[in-house]
């Protein structure tokens, strides 16, 4: 999976930050330390970490990915990330 999108509230900007849905790399949220839940009502699944959105990107970093672009919309800010594929 060469891309990955993270996403934290501005009001959390110390964490959490959801790093994933059901459907990500365990391999790289096994990395990552993230837990998967699912909030009551919801159908789908999210992984998040405690960490701040900047440690999580130095994380990625390490394993060779690099933010594409990044966003704010409305309270959330989000980045998107991508690896070369070799």
């Known amino acids: 999976m060469p891309y990955i999108l993270i996403s ?3 009001r959390l900007e110390t964490g959490p930050t959801m ?3 059901e459907y990500s790399d365990p391999d790289i949220m096994c990395h990552l330390g993230a837990r998967k839940t699912c909030v009551l009502g919801n159908n789908f699944s999210e992984y998040h970490v405690d960490d701040p959105p900047r440690v999580v990107l130095n994380k ?3 394993i060779g ?3 594409v672009c990044m966003t704010g919309m409305g309270q959330t800010l989000a980045w998107c990330l991508h ?3 070799v």
């Open 19 to 21: 790093v994933g849905d």
């Open 83 to 85: 690896k070369e594929t």
């Open 65 to 67: 990915y690099r933010v």
């Open 8 to 10: 934290t509230q501005i």
């Open 60 to 62: 990625l970093e390490l």
